[in-house]
């Protein structure tokens, strides 16, 4: 058994939507990617005030890879060209599978511009094999109270939301048996994840500082891991984590705008398709 040891910490740089506080760890400077995870969005923390314009992710498209979007503090309504509609609140998960392609429209409810309030938000995008790419679409979108939250009796909380850990499983079923949680680590807990022989391995810190060994991945910085078995984090403030792992994908990654595929082609086919209208409609959710 190895230990997976930190080899470097990457800031997330700040690149801000209008008025809304982004983050961005990866892709970055010197950093295209981390494995199968390809981009990972940090929105806020930050407060709105009453009747606000809300978040700004109207109609768009993408095609070959999933997001999966953590809402921490506020809400988020998703809708989309398959025919997906749902509102989801703080501590809620929603994971879309885009597949061959779909639109969908990220924004905030009607209450929420109206009322305002705290807000903040992680979109992750994960990759697909190419044997994926095409599959259709797919949304599971999860409140706060399906997700287990399993205390380890060393400080830490873990929010699970795909694969195994402790015996319990997530309730979203990964189609690639990828491992995604966040975790919330009180000072002095302790936290281990095994079974990481031959994974990509993602840790971003979300508020606080993690140690693994005796190296401190700083608030907002991405962690390069080396190979292992087992990742052993320690916190000495009250720290969140997004932690996940996956098998890696050994095919080419080619990357234009919203769309994820293994050629230049297939992207040049995705532009084509969606300015046919092939990927459908998603109307904006009224609140």
């Not at 095609?63 to 509102?87: C, K, M, Q």
């Not at 190979?227 to 050994?250: N, Q, R, S, V, Y």
Request: hydrophobic share 45%; with cysteine; charged share 15%.
């Amino acid at each position: 058994m190895t230990d997976v040891t930190l080899l470097s910490a990457h800031a997330a740089y700040r690149d801000d939507i209008g008025d809304l506080v982004t983050r961005r760890p990866v892709p970055g400077p010197g950093l295209e990617q981390i494995g199968a995870f390809l981009f990972l969005n940090h929105h806020g923390p930050q407060t709105y005030g009453a009747n606000n314009r809300g978040l700004p992710f109207g109609p768009h498209p993408h095609r070959g890879f999933e997001t999966v979007t953590f809402i921490l503090e506020g809400s988020l309504a998703h809708t989309d060209s398959a025919g997906h509609e749902s509102i989801i609140r703080a501590g809620g998960v929603q994971w879309m599978t885009a597949g061959r392609g779909i639109v969908h429209a990220e924004v905030s409810p009607a209450e929420f511009k109206r009322d305002g309030g705290p807000m903040e938000i992680l979109q992750l995008w994960v990759n697909l094999p190419a044997a994926l790419k095409m599959r259709a679409p797919r949304y599971v979108g999860l409140q706060a109270d399906a997700f287990p939250a399993l205390t380890t009796g060393e400080g830490a909380t873990l929010h699970l939301v795909s694969g195994s850990f402790a015996g319990h499983a997530g309730p979203i079923e990964s189609l690639t048996g990828v491992f995604l949680c966040w975790a919330e680590l009180a000072p002095g807990a302790t936290l281990t994840f095994d079974g990481l022989a031959g994974r990509d391995l993602f840790l971003y810190a979300v508020r606080g500082s993690v140690k693994v060994g005796d190296r401190a991945l700083p608030n907002w910085h991405l962690a390069s891991l080396s190979a292992g078995d087992t990742l052993t984090l320690h916190a000495d403030e009250p720290t969140l984590i997004l932690f996940g792992h996956a098998a890696p994908i050994d095919e080419p990654v080619v990357a234009h705008g919203p769309f994820v595929m293994n050629t230049v082609e297939e992207i040049r086919q995705a532009y084509a398709d969606y300015q046919r209208g092939t990927f459908g409609v998603a109307e904006i959710v009224a609140g």
